[in-house]
């Protein structure tokens, strides 16, 4: 049921009360972050602090170099060892934009706290003591806006530059086709609070490492197309990041070149990962549904973009062929 202003479901009661009550409040995401999930967190934690509560983020993998100027006041623990204090000294966790538990990589940890699981994906497993999943919401970022709403609580400026950070990420600049009107009118508000678009636009397309730009070249070279031009593959080997001089976060939207061609619908990208696997990050346009065939790997997302672990080699082959038979069925 949609809140009577328009603006989405409106925050359970449960979770309103837990962020009331609790005081020490344990903030994470899905590994390898983006920003929605960035935006979020740290925006929520300048939230909790400013009405008084202690808030610490901790994440399995590091943050995007691209996303540094949003995460500079806001320290986040990164890696498997839990932060200080764990898990006593905290009343509960809040894991931001993971469908599971699991998508976190800390779920054996996090599972020893009580748990306030906020989302916008579909397929989430409802596993928190309380639970908000808004499958409509543009990005968690616009819900965790309507969360001080209904909270009370202050935007400043810097909140309100991670807030659109995480809008503006996920919908892809306001290109894709969650850039619905709450998506626009979340954006108007975080603006009249202060957020500095521009300054978001500089981290994002302005902030690239050498060798992120390197990879990219490296990336292109793999490019190829199927189903008569519908469909782009590319790869991204544990050799060219080294060749490139590159980290693993300076992958962080290549995706979207192969996705700019001319005809393209649906794209994969097919990166090697240290531990022996691959990682497979789906985009497509319109009503090729992407989410589906992730989900059927033990992956997730939005029916536009979407994620999942394979093998490789037979796998990845799969994943193509998948992909042309949601691209010919679609009208």
Known sequence: MNSPDGTGDPVPRDLLEAFRSGRRFLLSSHAHPDGDAIGSEVA?????????????????????????GVTADVPIHVGPTP????????????????????????????GLLPILNIDHH?????????????????????????????????IDETTATALYLGLSTDT???????????????????????????RVATWVYESQ???????????????????????????????????AGARQTDSEGLIDHPRSIRDVEAVALFRERPEGDVKVSLRSRGRIDVGAIAARRGGGGHRNAAGCLVEGGEDEQVVIAELATAVEAAP
Do not use: K, Q
Request: proline share 7%.
């Open 122 to 154: 579909l397929g989430n497993e409802l596993y928190g003591r309380a639970n908000w999943v808004d499958t409509e919401a543009p990005a968690v970022a616009e819900m965790i806006l309507r969360l001080a709403r209904a909270l009370d609580l202050e």
């Open 44 to 68: 929520l934690a300048r939230l909790l602090h400013g009405a008084g509560s202690a808030a610490t983020i901790w994440n399995a993998d590091p943050a995007p170099d691209t996303y540094s």
């Open 209 to 243: 490492s050498p060798g992120a730009l390197r990879l990219l070249a490296e990336m292109l070279g793999t490019l190829e197309l199927h189903c008569d031009g519908r469909i782009a593959s590319v790869r991204l080997e544990l050799s060219m990041f080294e060749r």
């Open 83 to 110: 932060p200080a204090g764990f898990p006593d000294e905290f009343d509960f966790v809040v894991p931001l934009e993971c469908p599971r538990l699991d998508r976190t990589g800390l779920e054996d940890a996090l």
């Open 172 to 198: 892809g600049s306001f290109r894709f086709s969650n850039a619905t009107p709450r998506a626009f009118e979340a954006a108007a508000e975080l603006v009249r609070h202060g957020a500095r678009p521009e």
